[in-house]
Nanobody
């Protein structure tokens, strides 16, 4: 199983980034693909998730109204469009997979983790 995250970078406050997560080795429709993030000195926190079977989307309060998660099953890819970024969004972002009957927002419940992609919001 591989989850390959990309799309991070340096962006100014108020700007946007789109993260991508390419998934391989899994039956996509059996999983929820999610995004977590971790900044220095903070615990890893859940950001968003999408059920690959039916497209149901889930968001943490910090992401609602600014972030949009989407999927392209044909490309085995999940995207996280992040708008109106602030310095508080600076973190390493990880994509994850969990079977779609699991607790998708729990760090310790994820079945698989990808490598992180760094997002830095700074002027």
């Amino acid at each position: 199983v591989q989850l390959q995250a990309s799309g991070g970078g340096l962006v100014r406050p108020g700007g946007s980034l789109r993260l991508s997560c390419v998934v391989s080795g899994l039956t996509l429709e059996d999983n929820i693909i999610g995004w977590f993030r971790q900044s220095p000195g903070h615990e890893r926190e859940w950001v968003s998730g999408i059920d690959m079977a039916d497209g149901t989307k889930y968001y943490a309060d910090s992401a609602k109204g600014r972030f949009t998660i989407s999927r392209d099953n044909a490309k085995s890819t999940v995207y996280l469009q992040m708008n109106r970024l602030s310095s508080e969004d600076t973190a390493t972002y990880y994509c994850t997979a969990i079977e779609n009957d699991g607790d998708y927002d729990r760090t310790d419940e994820q079945d698989y983790w990808g490598q992180g992609t760094q997002v830095t919001v700074s002027s």
